[in-house]
């Protein structure tokens, strides 16, 4: 079973930077599509960025594209957001996820605990 760690979080200001990593033990993460989800207060969690299994395949929602970045590393067993760019409204709880197939819209399967991600204005 795989377990999930995200760190990365933390206070930035709007237009700043921040990358999240999710570590993962097991050894099965490398066949697992993962994807970053956010939960801000008061509204739904919401995929942000998935990837598959190879990194060769990436989607995003709306809201964020063209500003993250999702990217993962097997040998590292890690996968990473790089948020650039950011606004107030991307302030949220982010967590990742293993999901139950090869690609977006799977559904999530494995979660991590969560990073607290807060952009002031």
């Known amino acids: 079973q795989v377990q999930l760690v995200e760190s990365g979080g933390g206070l930035v200001q709007a237009g700043g930077s921040l990358r999240l990593s999710c570590a993962a033990s097991?050894?099965?993460?490398?066949?697992?599509?993962m994807a970053w989800f956010r939960q801000a207060v008061g509204k739904e969690r919401e995929r942000v960025a998935s990837i598959n299994w190879t990194g060769g395949i990436t989607s995003y929602a709306d809201s964020v594209k063209g500003r993250f970045t999702i990217s993962r590393d097997n040998a590292k067993n890690t996968v990473y957001l790089q948020m650039n760019s950011l606004k107030p409204e991307d302030t949220a709880v982010y967590y990742c996820?293993?999901?139950?197939?090869?690609?977006?819209?799977?559904?999530?399967?494995?979660w991590g605990q969560g990073t607290q991600v807060t952009v002031s204005s």
């Open positions: 996820a293993a999901l139950s197939g090869p690609y977006w819209p799977s559904g999530p399967e494995i």
């Open positions: 097991g050894r099965t993460f490398s066949s697992y599509a």
